[in-house]
């Protein structure tokens, strides 16, 4: 193995016990004839070794994590549950009683028939006149069609067409 | 940090306070520990630690104990503090320098004596010199013992990746203490 190889592996796998033993052998026996490599390994252990805290990486927290983190938590607690609430009060209205189901079931089918049965005609004095108006046009349209015009002129129901109002003559 | 029992953490899961107290309790050094190595300071380490039992509190109805609870416990604090720094980074633009940094007093034990104190500081001054990529690499490496396959699942990363952050994290440190060394030697010759 080149001093290339062998560096990289001693800053890190041959370090960590990464290594199986055929290479923890080969690198051994590299070190034994390369002065340069085995000042690395030394250096790599001087300096690049952290050292570790009495209690390892454990710390004691300030209290004032832990009233942070339950405010937080009570904070969404709360928050979920005005959602939960919202959500419960929507149901109420998709998911109601069975008998109640049924009570309003049976009065749309009695809704319904009488609709059918019983039409509901609202006419206002307005729909009334136009209607009027219309059917007064199509009588004398007919009229016209037919070639009565003296029941135009002794019609008093059409005042409108007045004998000067049309060239007979 | 030893293995949570699952009843424990079923119950919590549950929503039962009593239970996730009691797992904060247990946890929460271990928790508080992992951040402050990794981000550098005690404020953004506490603010890691709500963060993080905030997320499990949330997410232990739906832990499924395909992983160790202890796993997914190191992934979720990890991940919250890589992602931490580097929101914090992405708003200030570059590393916000503030007094308290690596040099902020660990807890009360770990002050104790001297002796304590001076290795802290060392541990301190050569995390500092890393970024939090090689820096969590490198803590659970060196402080948490871990091996690669280990750090890889923790960090979601490769394991060629594992590899070069170590390899680039002492490489630093290396330099860092041949400097230092330099920088003696001079200071006695003045």
């Not at chain 2, 992602?83 to 200030?92: F, G, P």
């Not at chain 2, 970024?131 to 402080?143: F, G, H, M, S, T």
């Not at chain 2, 490489?171 to 203490?177: F, K, P, Q, R, T």
Request: hydrophobic share 40%.
């Amino acid at each position: 193995m080149r001093c290339f190889k062998i560096r990289e592996r001693l800053v890190t796998d041959y370090r960590d016990g990464e290594l199986g033993k055929r290479e923890i052998a080969q690198i051994e026996e590299h070190l034994r004839g390369c002065e340069a490599c085995c000042e690395l390994f030394e250096e790599v252990t001087r300096f690049a070794t952290l050292p570790r805290p009495e209690r390892g990486i454990e710390m004691e927290p300030d209290s004032r994590v832990w009233e942070n983190i339950d405010r937080k938590i009570s904070r969404k607690r709360g928050e979920a549950r005005g959602i939960q609430g919202l959500l419960d009060f929507i149901t109420m209205f998709f998911k109601p009683h069975p008998a109640l189901k049924t009570a309003v079931a049976f009065s749309l089918v009695v809704m319904i028939g009488v609709m059918i049965y019983f039409p509901i005609r609202t006419s206002t004095p307005i729909d009334l006149e136009v209607s009027e108006y219309l059917s007064e046009q199509i009588e004398m349209m007919s009229i016209l069609g037919s070639g009565d015009f003296e029941r135009l002129n002794s019609d008093d129901d059409f005042p409108i067409f007045e004998a000067d109002f049309f060239d007979w003559a | 940090m030893r293995e949570i029992e699952r009843e424990l953490i079923e119950k919590a899961g549950k929503g039962d306070t009593r239970a996730f107290r009691e797992l904060y309790d247990r946890t929460s050094g271990y928790v508080y520990g992992l951040a402050y190595r990794v981000t550098g300071r005690k404020h953004d380490a506490e603010e890691v630690a709500q963060d993080v039992y905030v997320r499990i509190h949330r997410s232990l109805a739906v832990f499924r104990f395909q992983s160790a609870f202890k796993t997914w416990l190191y992934r979720v604090v990890l991940n919250t503090a890589l992602n931490h720094l580097k929101k914090k980074r992405r708003i200030a633009g570059h590393e916000v320098e503030d007094t308290e940094g690596f040099n902020a007093v660990a807890s009360p034990e770990a002050v104790r004596s001297v002796e304590i104190s001076e290795s802290e500081l060392k541990l301190k001054r050569m995390l500092e010199r890393l970024n939090p990529d090689q820096r969590a690499c490198l803590v659970l490496r060196e402080l948490e013992g871990m091996d690669y396959q280990a750090i890889s699942e923790t960090l979601g990363i490769n394991l060629n990746t594992v590899r070069s952050r170590l390899k680039r994290a002492r490489e630093a440190l290396i330099a860092m203490g041949k400097k230092e060394v330099a920088n003696d030697a001079m200071f006695q010759n003045t």
